[in-house]
């Protein structure tokens, strides 16, 4: 079976010296390394210029993965935005607080506020602020979901901080394995035939820790607060267009969530704004090393050049 770091590198790209595959910057020149977008150490974002092509760039905004709880802007998961530098984004990697000591909805709150941040200070950097694209995986991409079923206006918007005025709107979204309706997720889970029985438990057990702490309730009590915090609640036909990636065999989150949620956006929508691309035999982003792959995510650049 393949790992993550059997993945196809760039070498310049990455140190595979190291216990876990880790992302190098230096073939990067043109770095803004932890602009401040909130008050807190980790409202930062980390911003980094093509080196060639003429600005404004559309601009790949990044948002990792960890549960809510760990992991970092420049983890590998910023990997497949090298590949976005290449093909001529500006790519921005964004940190945002971490439960337990922030909770729904302070995340989704955080990617907001960066958005705003980096379309005020577009003209200073050479971004297009009307090319703005989100790209998220796990966590992060029920983040970005969550961020483009909202961008224009909801209940979540208090508390969102960010320059006065500034949308924080995006053109498209790239959601790879999002967890989409907390309301559905432990049932799907449990119908998932590829687990074994101890997995399933491990899994079943292992969601429920994450999603208590995410919303601040006892574990498989989540309540109202799970249909609040799905991204189901708050689709509408404004939604940008979306390009969502899952594995056929994740063991964490089941892909039902990524079929259910492109079938509900092709109905508000429109089809030819909706991608659902399921990678056959892969697990969940992290574990998998599709997802970081070039034929992975070429497709979902390509897709985002098509709404320019």
């Not at 990044?62 to 790519?91: I, M, N, Q, T, W």
């Not at 439960?99 to 995340?107: D, L, T």
């Not at 989540?222 to 065999?249: M, N, W």
């Amino acid at each position: 079976m393949r790992t993550v770091r059997d993945a196809k590198f760039v070498p310049q790209w990455v140190d595979l010296t190291q216990e876990h595959p880790a992302p190098l910057f230096g073939h990067i020149t043109r770095q803004y390394l932890n602009l401040p977008y909130g008050g807190h150490p980790l409202q930062a974002v980390d911003l980094y210029l093509p080196e060639e092509g003429k600005p404004p760039f559309p601009t790949l905004i990044l948002v990792h993965g960890g549960g809510f709880s760990r992991c970092d802007k420049r983890d590998l998961s910023v990997y497949p935005g090298f590949y976005a530098l290449r093909e001529g984004f500006a790519l921005a990697s964004v940190n945002y607080r971490l439960v337990p000591e922030y909770r729904f909805p302070c995340q989704i709150h955080d990617v907001k506020a960066a958005i705003r941040f980096l379309k005020g200070h577009a003209g200073e950097y050479g971004l297009d602020p009307r090319s703005f694209f989100l790209y998220g995986d796990s966590a992060g991409g029920y983040l970005v979901s969550m961020v483009g079923a909202t961008q224009h206006g909801s209940s979540l918007d208090s508390g969102a901080a960010g320059p006065e005025g500034e949308s924080c709107a995006v053109r498209g979204v790239a959601a790879i394995a999002p967890l989409i309706n907390l309301v559905r997720h432990y049932g799907q889970l449990e119908r998932v035939d590829y687990l074994s029985p101890a997995l399933h438990r491990a899994m079943l057990e292992e969601s429920s820790a994450i999603l208590a702490d995410y919303l601040g309730t006892p574990k498989g009590r989540l309540g109202a607060l799970a249909e609040k915090a799905s991204v189901d609640t708050y689709l509408t036909s404004a939604a940008p267009p979306f390009y969502i990636q899952h594995g056929t065999r994740d063991t964490i989150i089941p892909p039902i969530q990524a079929i259910d949620f492109a079938g509900r956006l092709r109905g508000l929508i429109g089809g030819e704004k909706v991608v659902l691309d399921l990678i056959e035999g892969a697990k969940h982003v992290g574990t998998s090393p599709e997802f970081i792959e070039e034929e992975h995510v070429l497709p979902i650049l390509r897709f985002f050049r098509t709404l320019l």
